[in-house]
């Protein structure tokens, strides 16, 4: 017996450290795991950058500007491209460590300006791509947010006062709620789901856009007629969206695998019943299928998918597309009538309507098996709906409060936020640029 003891009590120290050593080597492993920059991911979020990317200074330019009428194209095209140059120096210098920084209250973050302190070889915190990527990818996404809230204010807004608006409402508006929703603040506590920007982009740029419009007022002529320089710029531009809208919604997985997959198609599923939706709506009401119909049904598909792209199914998809559709070619065609306001290229009507049907259909839809992050209505969890909508209401608050505020703002600093009328008359771009879109002699 006594032997017997003695030998359990050898093995028994023994036995610890193996133990211990068995532990060790796990949490090696797993910090190993954590901190090991997948090649794939980063090769992925590298691609899905560039689509982003791509998709303000070339498919949001031609889509506007396609829009606009032809003495204001050059200035139209302008302003998404200069929205783009602004957002990649201001997120840069500032941008970023107040969207993603260390909380601060869960109002904000702050770590340092000009990216001080991050190396090339630091990984973000999904341990598998470099934060200099994770950088450079939602510097896109700040870049179109602000170059679609243009869309409602052109052929009317001096060029400086856009410049002065844009780096400033960049700082104040888009970075603040981007902390919110992804970078740890207070709506990202309270449960608000936004995979790819429904709220912190589309609502935030629609609202933006509205409140800079009413406070120019409206254009000269408007309530005349007033055609489209180019259709067809128009649907080769939104084309350029859709192609780079894999990137804004998969590329936000931040990784190659079936939730990124499941993003793609319910992407590309939502915008085209929603071009189908739109079509039939606008023929019943008009008689016509309009081609800038059908590409307006796009977008507006792309925008109401892109709050749930990561936790919907395609069934889910297909009715997330259809009413966007729906509730878009109303904010174009009902709403903007009804109350007489002059949103240029319908920032509001398509991105802030549909925006917002997207997050509270988030909220409904959101299916654990896709994603286990978000559980909406349809699987048991009815309190999502009202946190979507929280999270919705206090995006249109903030966003319209501080955008009057930037805009007043900017507008002193440049002398006025409107042209003049024989400006406006003339055209912006021969005004403001001293170029022509199309020459025809």
Known sequence: MRSKLLSLATLLPVSALWAAEEAATEAAEAAEKVLTLDVGNTAWVLTATALVMLMTPAGLALFYGGMSRSKNLLNTIAMSVMGYVVAAVVWVVAGYTLAFGTDIGGVIGFDSLFLSGIKVTDLWATGSIPVLLFVAFQMTFAGITVALASGAVIERLKFSTWIVFAAMWIIAVYAPIA?????????????????A?????????????????????????????????SVTLTVLGASMLWFGWFGFNAGSELGADGIAASAFLVTNTAAAVAALSWMVIEYITYKKFTLLGIASGIVAGLVAITPAAGFVDTGASLIIGAVAGIVAFYGVNGLKKALKYDDSLDAFGIHGVAGIWGAIATGIFANPEVNELGTGLLYGNAEQVMIQIEGVVVTIIYTAIASAIVFKIASILTGGGRVSADAESQGLDEVEHGEKAFNLR
């Open 179 to 195: 902390h919110w929703v992804w970078g740890g603040g207070f709506l990202s506590k309270l449960g608000v789901l936004d995979f």
């Open 197 to 229: 920007g429904g709220t912190v982009v589309h609502i935030n740029a629609g609202v933006a856009g509205l409140v800079v419009a009413l406070m120019l007022g409206k254009r000269a002529d408007f309530g005349k007629a007033m055609f489209p320089s």
